[in-house]
């Protein structure tokens, strides 16, 4: 049943899952390019690591794309095929979480070659060391955080997401009205350090995401 | 017109006029009132201080060891412990030298600070000189820690200020260690040796201990612009002074340096010697009494302290090792220590575990009817 409709998903996913594949096998290669031929060391550092937003951003997008590509199928055919198989809905779930999820690991594994590719080159500077292991391991969890989140929201119903939804703009207006009354109280940095601060849902993508350092 | 008279008149034209007597009367003028300025503003400067004078008759005596603190009733129990954790902390290392303490007070009051509509209290902790001034005070939070902090910050510079100008002008720090250096220590070090303008620190990271000598100051260079760097590093320091408006640069003399005289380069940055830094942060000198901490064991700052001589001489004694040993080992921590990546960790990677199960457990208990 896996087989099955991992190969359905696939179809429906492989075109996103390639592009973010190139995108990730490209990207410490273009950071490389980019901090080639400066001047020192510290230098090279600042530049490689300027490219770490990259890597967030990456994973992120990639963890949403997979997610919806997860559930585009079956809300276009308004989960009629779902309704139809001999499996419990929360089976089906899970059995397309799972194909969604192994398909971050090409993408993980085209930025661990991207890496390795880096290294290979021998650009380097002197004193200097990658950490292929470790930036892949994090964008493997970050785009799974990111797929986890989206397929959650895309499993649930109009109405939780509409929740969802309201809840944000609640936030956003209290804010505002905060503002307005002149309270001295930064709402969204709160719950933006609750949400990107250990152990918060967004935590790994937040900090620095570095392949070349110390 | 001639050729040559149209060249002459030219050049004329071209040559900076010379500057009138009555011009240069006038900027002598102006330097004057300038000078003027500056003494009005030492001499206001100094009155107030003098007016920040307090009386510490009713403060109350704290001494612990070689420290003297003057603190306020009310802070007596803080500076009493911020003075004990000092003087516990620095005591294995820093010994008899402490007693160099003995001639100075500190005072450790309280303050009022207005903000919005209430008093706060902070605390304020300065070194108090002979005429009753308040040394370079510093207000903070009543704390213990954080007034420990200060105090042994303030220590740490009083033992500095009395050892010797050769060396306080050598370690370039306000303060002298009061703990062994941090692996990131090591790693600004490595930053430090591998970005620095001069190619004698890079020799250094090499492994030519001569040329860390040099780089760390501990072999006085007599002639830094060839000692530090190579003539490529002269070439193109000598274009980053011209770019600059402060600096007074022959252009002539600059354009013959980029066209490949080397002497010239030379001789532009003899003349503007003072715009060449050091080849690597001055910080290292002070790791290197760090790790003669390590070294020398108990006492090796009471060694550093108490020996009369050049900076290489305090630090033999404090290491009880030979200067390019300690400068071996220094180089090899520098190579050699690495940090673990910050890019993931075990607490990264179990939250993110944690939530990635929690969403697929939101998916899995989802509704089939839409």
Redesign the interface.
Known sequence: MFRAIAATQWKSTRTTALLAAVAAFSLPIAALQAARGV?????F?NIVQGWSAGYALLAAGAGLLLALAAWGPDHQG??VY??SLPIS??RY??LR?GAGALFIGPIALALFFGALTVIATGAI?????A?P???T??FL??A??AY??F??I?????RTAAVILGAIGALLFAQFLLYTLDVDFNLLERVGELIFG????L??FS????LI?? | MSSARALALLIALGLPQPIAAQKIRMYEQRLDSLAAAQRFAAAARQAYELAQRRDYTRFDSVVVGPMRIRATPALNSLAQSGADSVVASLKPQYGRALDALVGHVFVVRDEQVREGDRNASYVVIAEVAADGRELEPQVVVPEVGIVRNVLLSKTLRTLLANTDSAFVNWLHSTSLPSDTASSQAW?QA??D?????AIVSRHC?EGDLAACRVALGLTPSRDPVMDWLSAAERRQIVHQLDDRYWVRMDREAARICYGGSDSTCAALLHASREFLPDPIATLRRSELFQLAMVSGGPGAMERALLTRGTPEQRLVAAARLPADSIVRRWLTLV?DV??P????SP???A??????L???A?????????
């Open positions: 001047e020192n060391a510290q230098m550092i308004r989960h779902a309704l809905r929360s779930a899970m979480f500077p002197q004193g200097l060391h950490y292991f470790a930036l391991l994090r969890f970050a799974l955080v986890a989140i397929f959650a895309g499993a649930a119903t109009t250990n152990p918060g849902i935590s790994v900090g620095r995401w570095t350092d110390v | 790693l490595r930053i040796l591998l970005s620095s303008y990271y190579r690495r940090k990546s910050e890019d993931m607490i990264v990677a939250t993110s575990m944690g939530w990635i929690f969403c697929g939101l998916a899995y208990r989802s509704s089939r009817w839409r």
